[in-house]
């Protein structure tokens, strides 16, 4: 049991991690700080907090863990207006899909309270945004990846893997590093390439004609275009070096698939799309049987 959580960001990310922790019986209270007095508001009358608190220093006042769940770009703001109030009993952890750059935001901002910093990343979301997204079932048999730090002490970092267990979570480990090339690849490029094409095809001066005829694929492929456009241009910027990479790859891909079509080479895209089925197959496989593991553990 948790005294007292703080939440900067009270959106779907941080009400869905103060919703799950409400329900799991995890925490005393809850304090939800934030940009916009009535996303706050909201997040009180929706129960997903307890408290608004629109001083720092009396949110910092006390709390066990404080929660980062504002776009990334915002990171080291709020950690130098929380570092002066900073308790030594408190940890803090954030929710961004970029942890180079934050981890390099938090060094700047804490200076020798960085020890107190447990960067995370929880691998789930909607493409709903605001308190009233938020649900208390997002994290369950989902992924969290944490990056500690050398600073972090054992305890310190299970404080924050306790936290998202009991929002249901599966607890994984990377560095930082790896962390920004593999999301580089499995999550920021997908969501730019859905912006690009949704965006290509509104450009089009029969726009309203396709997407009266887009259907189910396209909504699929594009679904997370619907992600919020802040959040995104955030971790484009924060992760450029490593999205660049891999979108030179995909590039270099779409330049030989063309080459295959202009050619009229079926054999060649036929191996390609036969490739890219079984790998997604394999990789749904190997999911549904993660997700069924800890499901099975709790059940014994």
Known sequence: MLKKIVIFGVGLIGGSFARALHKAGAVEQIVGVGRTAASLARAKELGIIDVISTSVEEALRDADLVLLAAPVAQT??????????L???????????????????????????????VPG?????LEANGPDAAIDSLYTGKKVVLTPLPENSTAQIALVSAAWEQCGAIIHQLTPEDHDAV???????????????????????HADLLFQYAASGFRDFTR????????????????????????????????????????????????????AQRARQ???????????????DRDQ
């Open 121 to 125: 990343h929880p691998i789930a979301g």
């Open 282 to 296: 394999n990789w749904l496989s190997n999911i549904e049987t993660a997700e069924m593991q800890p499901k099975q």
């Open 87 to 117: 308790q030594a009993q408190t940890v803090i952890t954030d929710a961004g899909s970029i942890k180079g750059e934050v981890v390099a935001a938090a060094r700047r901002a804490l200076g020798d309270k960085i020890g107190q910093f």
């Open 183 to 205: 999301f580089a690849a499995v999550s920021h490029l997908p969501h730019l390439l859905a912006y690009a094409l949704v965006d290509d095809i509104a450009a089009k001066p």
């Open 224 to 275: 997370i275009a619907g992600s919020s456009p802040e959040m995104w241009r955030d971790i484009s910027l924060s992760n450029q070096a490593a999205i660049l990479t891999e979108l030179d790859a995909y590039i270099a891909q779409l330049t030989r698939f063309r080459g295959q079509l202009a050619a009229g080479d079926g054999a060649a895209m036929q191996a390609m799309f036969a490739n």
């Open 76 to 85: 080291e703001a709020i950690l130098a207006a929380i570092q002066p109030y």
